[in-house]
């Protein structure tokens, strides 16, 4: 069982055991069209599967995982703290590509890993390095992106970060060699899924209400055109003999029920407002396709925090 690289916005890890009792006993291919972190897969490894996410400097990272993992991890190791003065000899030892002063090691990674939002040449490996670096120095380990697509959050103070993590790409490159990945539209996965199929949907959550905006993932968010057209796309699979299982914000409910899916909340595991008067604008949903007596029920074990 392997484990996220990354931390991500929406990461699954909490809910794995809610999703799995949803799976069909068997299935042929596994698709994941919103993979973010990809949770789910990683915990799941299947043989056989395509995985998709619109944000290219995540889908080049992927693809480096899984192709060359030792190259990946040689650039990580030669990082250094990000407190650390500027290296003159890199790019952006001064200022950013947008004219703005860089303090320290950390703000000249962040202005190299923005190359590709400011129209300069990329170096693919080098990018994806700075990903999974930046990914474990920054505030929060959040991943937040400006309207010109530039990554745009802040140093984090960690006692001593560890950016490499050799051993989590080791496993999850094994657990990508099955794996046809994509940076597309989720819609890709009609051309893909058949009768037989498991298609796993973790889009952006629908905002609960008018002033919760954690969903903007990047700099293009989800917007309820999307949702409905996602909603669409699982009636259709689910016509077509492909089994889907989708988790989603509470207030899609009822679009899901109208769907014709078996529909639960799930509690509040985004933990955006910690006080109980809210804790139903936190609900979300887990909705499956697959008939009761064709689930996989509560068998999976293997579910752990992600650590750090
Ligand atoms: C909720 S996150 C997925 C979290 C993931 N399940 C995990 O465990 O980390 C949603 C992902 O969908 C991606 N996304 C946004 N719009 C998309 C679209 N139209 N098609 C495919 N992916 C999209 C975002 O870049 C983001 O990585």
Redesign the pocket.
């Known amino acids: 069982m392997a484990k996220?690289v990354l931390k991500?916005?929406?990461?699954?890890r909490q809910l794995l055991e809610a999703i799995y009792r949803r799976f069909p006993i068997d299935y042929d291919r596994y698709h994941e069209?919103?993979?973010?972190?990809?949770?789910?897969f990683f915990d799941l490894e299947p043989a056989d599967a395509t995985i998709?996410?619109?944000?290219p400097r995540?889908v080049n990272f992927y693809e480096h995982v899984r192709d060359e993992p030792e190259a990946l991890i040689d650039r990580l190791e030669s990082f250094e703290d990000p407190d650390s003065d500027p290296d003159p000899d890199l790019a952006f030892a001064e200022e950013t590509s947008t004219g703005r002063d860089v303090e320290n090691y950390y703000y000249q990674q962040r202005a190299r890993f923005n190359r590709r939002p400011y129209g300069h040449d990329v170096d693919e490996l080098e990018e994806a390095a700075l990903l999974a670096y930046l990914n474990r120095t920054c505030y929060n380990g959040l991943y937040r992106e400006n309207a010109d697509g530039g990554f745009n959050v802040p140093i984090g103070r960690y006692a001593d970060p560890d950016w490499v993590q050799a051993d989590r790409i080791r496993a999850a490159s094994r657990a990508l060699q099955g794996a046809t990945i994509h940076n597309r539209?989720?819609e890709y996965v009609r051309e893909v899924a058949d009768a037989g199929d498991l298609v796993y949907v973790?889009?952006?959550?629908e905002p609960m209400s008018p002033t919760a905006n954690f969903t903007d993932?990047?700099a293009d968010g989800?917007d309820r055109e999307?949702q409905e057209r996602l909603v669409d796309l699982v009636t259709e699979l689910d016509d077509a003999g492909v089994s889907v299982v989708v988790s989603n914000s509470g207030v899609t409910r009822d679009r899901y029920v109208e769907a014709g899916l078996d529909v639960d909340l799930e509690g509040a595991t985004r933990a955006i407002n910690s006080d109980a008067s809210n804790r139903d604008e936190v609900d979300e949903i887990v909705a499956t396709t697959v008939p009761d007596e064709k689930r996989r029920g509560a068998t999976q074990t293997g579910l752990g925090e992600f650590s750090g």
Do not use: E, I, M, R
Request: no cysteine.
């Open positions: 996220p991500w916005a929406g990461g699954k069209p919103f993979f973010g972190g990809g949770a789910v998709n996410d619109t944000n995540l539209d989720f973790d889009p952006p959550y993932y990047s989800f999307d």
